[in-house]
Nanobody, 123 residues
Framework: QVQLVESGGGLVQAGGSLRLSCSASGRTFSSYALAWFRQAPGKEREFVAAISRSGKTTNVADSVKGRFTISRDNAKNTVYLQMNSLKPEDTAVYYC????????????????WGQGTQVTVSS
């Protein structure tokens, strides 16, 4: 069982940047695809980005393409989400999860969710 802990959220002005981190316990980290999802108040959890086990392939939602970048460091058991040009509509709790397919954009394709980290973008 992989346990995930997200960090790096905070309050930022529109146009600013944040870098989220998700650290994992366990020695099987490199066996999983990783993904970031987010959930805004009153809305369903939505896909943001995913990355393959090796880190060579990524899948990014159209809503954040060109602004967000997902990466991973298997030696550190950590996946990152670099968020640039943030918009107020990016405000949400961001979660990371493990799965078997980087190409999957469905929440059901991932699990072992962390507790999430709050990102708030002011206008």
């Amino acid at each position: 069982q992989v346990q995930l802990v997200e960090s790096g959220g905070g309050l930022v002005q529109a146009g600013g940047s944040l870098r989220l981190s998700c650290s994992a316990s366990g020695r099987t980290f490199s066996s999983y695809a990783l993904a970031w999802f987010r959930q805004a108040p009153g809305k369903e959890r939505e896909f943001v980005a995913a990355i393959s086990r090796s880190g060579k392939t990524t899948n990014v939602a159209d809503s954040v393409k060109g602004r967000f970048t997902i990466s991973r460091d298997n030696a550190k058991n950590t996946v990152y989400l670099q968020m640039n040009s943030l918009k107020p509509e990016d405000t949400a709790v961001y979660y990371c999860g493990v799965g078997v397919g980087w190409y999957n954009q469905r929440e059901a394709g991932f699990g072992s969710w962390g507790q999430g980290t709050q990102v708030t973008v002011s206008s």
